[in-house]
């Protein structure tokens, strides 16, 4: 080792899932919507002006923030936006999670939150969740330094119901909780409709999945407008200009299609709904989802072995060697003829 | 104070320049390039197709990092990129700085590095410029925590000479030395040529100055593979897919024209000599800048009273309300047209 590299940050990080360059692949491991953004976006795109990049951004980005509000009812002090929501909860770890105490998040989630802890320095404790993957809210009661989960949460699809988290605010009213709603646009309950009455409550949310849009890097997160001015204080303590311009303009198009939006979420609404039984029919076992992906356990195939051969056949799903979820697959939900190419393997692999 | 209000991350953000939206003015406070893009950006603009943006930008930016090493004659291991190079300026304190020994830098620099180590817990010294605004190698000797400065350094415009620079790393063999080279394309000596001999040197640029980028965000560092390395994995633990597709596909395209490239910082470079004899003229002092901006002092007229009449003619130039430098303003070289409004205001409002 040589002198300089004595005190190299020491981290473990986070490995997203493989990003192939192949084309002709189905690739149903990294939850993306398999509809293009909404068309206002690619028209946008055909009036952007080049000579305008010269210039910086609007540090406030202000467009997008205003757009967001105005879709969510919320003024523009209550939106933050990040370069995708793992910006916006990175910002948030750093911003809120001060007090040295331990950070509760469940066992199984997504795999990212201990990453952040550990990079910032952030004490944590993980919560079990019962043996059908569910949030008991009483794992939350206790002295803690903030409670973070994503809703549904990640991996399994599963909903906490708006009652349960209200519970948790209930019991967490000294720190910030933060819902992760990366997946909430494919038939849950939005924690939304609580920001009134939980000034504490940090809802975050993402461009990736429901609006199409995971290659613009676009996230962005609602509260308090003291949460939210917490945080743009330490994004401008860290990078004044994290948004650049076609994320601004871009972004802000993809909320204005509503219908599409709708449209297009629901068509994958339908798509999951009729995977569910056709996963069933085949000896799979799954918690009820309600994101944009299944978690798959075959009753007699073990995971790894039906990730290999879907890899074979050039179906990249995504398979997580970690504890109690070694047995599982998380299958994102493509086109009806994706599905379709995935079923029909399954089933002559399988019988 | 709200109970969960206590423990937010208490910071003194940094200020960026004022980003007007007006469009009838002139802009000479953020040391923006006033030519566009190079021609070829526009033409990829144009051809990019909006369809792929529902899938994750490759997060290992694969494309841009392997124009930038091509184009720099290092490996792709030896390139990191970032969302500006305040990003990657931020990445590389949160790498490198853990020693708990304080870092080096400038007392007249680039204020962001203040507002970095403080968001990360950093310790810092700083060793002041003498009476001509020059690093002194000397003050940067002895053990630190690490060491970084711009070159040319900011906002003085004042480039440190290569012999110089390898002094400071001869008495440096221990820390990671950041050499920020936002601004040496306009007639600066790149210590890029030192790396083969300073494993510990890390040299970063960006696209917002003399590529005409600012507004897509794009910043990178040079360094031995092992420091690279150790940056990925921290931006890994941060946020996987930092870049989004415009600026890998639009930043990969601009480094490609390098006549053009060469063309329009030659023509500030220009601007800048002749702006140089018509601050002389009128009675103004400057260290004698190789950057696209200069850091001008008026014999008789305090700064602020300069800035002040500049601003209600609508222009816009930098004034830093801090200990030894509040009696200059920075500004950035516009076009020769831009220039001559400014000196033109400046002839009748002094004379």
Redo the contacts between chains.
Sequence with gaps: M????????S??????GE?P?EERLI?LN?N??????APG??EA??H?D??????????AASVLVKVLADYHGLDPEQVFVG??S??VL?MAF??????GKPVFFPDVTYSFYP??A??FGIPYETRALDDDFCIDPRDYDGEN?GVVFPNPNAPTGHLLPLEQIKDILEHN????VIVDEAYIDFGGVSARQLLENY??LLVVRTF?KSR??????IGYALGDA?LIK?MS???????????????LI?GAEAVKDEAYFRKTTQKIVDTRERAKARFADLGFEFPDSLANFLFVKHKRVPAVQLYEALRERKIYVRYFDKPRISDYLRITIGTDDEMEALFSFLESYLN
Excluded: I
Excluded at 11 to 16: C, Q
Excluded at 50 to 57: I, M, N, Q, T
Excluded at 173 to 176: A, G, I, K, N, S
């Design positions: 040589r002198p300089w590299e004595r005190y190299f940050r981290v473990v990080p986070y490995v997203p990003q360059r690739k990294t993306e919507n398999p509809y293009p953004p976006v690619a795109l055909r952007m080049a000579e305008k990049f010269r210039k910086y951004p609007d540090p370069v995708g793992d910006d990175a750093l911003t809120f999670f001060n007090s990453v952040w550990e990079l330094g009213q000294d720190v910030v000034e504490n990736s199409s849009m995971a290659g613009m890097r003291a917490a204080d330490v994004k401008y303590s860290y990078n004044s200009y994290t948004m650049n311009m076609p994320a871009l």
